[in-house]
């Protein structure tokens, strides 16, 4: 089976729907699909309407609770401009959508156990990046009873083994941040158990319309997806 896994959606519903045409058998998603983008309500509505099982970042929290993000100095003044605008525009269902998202969520494929997360196992406000120490690594993962473990936040695709975990990352589908600016999001082939991380060019001009049109701070968000970080 094709496990398609998706994160960082950030109200990007083109990026969102370039990465859904990849092909696969089932998706989920590790959480933030609201602030930065234009479009959040119509990326939980896509969500939503194909059941996909997803998890809560740390911004779905924000929106949904009335909370601090949690999220680095170089972003949070972005992330509380453009909450104000999600909070305009998402709809009673779509809240309470991110409102009932789980912390996590564990399943078993040929006989291996699979965990999914936001940030860690700990916290989704935790960032395990590439070059995360392993030691750092050890103890956010620390009681976890799985083989592959599988993360976002960061925006920051990878796959990485430490001791005898593989963790992945699929980078971000709306907001990258490793200067690739085409969408990320990996494949997982539950078969042979090998993550694929995949690219996705898609038409970035619709959103920086939709961003002058409509959001706060435009031009910093319109730098941002142009410079890929």
Known sequence: MRLLIISDIHGNKEALDAVMAVSHDEVICLGDIVDYGPSPGE????????????????????????????????????????????????????????????????????????????????SFYDYIKPDTSEDTIKEFIKGVDAEFIFVGHSHLPFVRKVSDVTLVNPGSVGQPRDGDTRASCVVFDTDSFQAEIIRIDYDMKVVFNKIRKNMPNADELIAILKRGY
């Open 43 to 122: 990326c939980i509505d896509v969500l939503l309407d194909q059941k996909i099982p997803t998890i809560i970042g740390n911004h779905d929290n924000a929106v949904a609770f009335r909370m601090d993000c949690g999220c680095g100095y170089a972003y949070k003044h972005l992330s509380q401009s453009t909450r104000e605008y999600t909070w305009n525009i998402l709809n009673t269902t779509q809240l309470e959508f991110l409102r009932e998202l789980p912390m996590d969520l564990r399943r078993e494929e040929n006989g291996r156990k699979l965990y999914f997360t936001h940030g860690s196992p700990t």
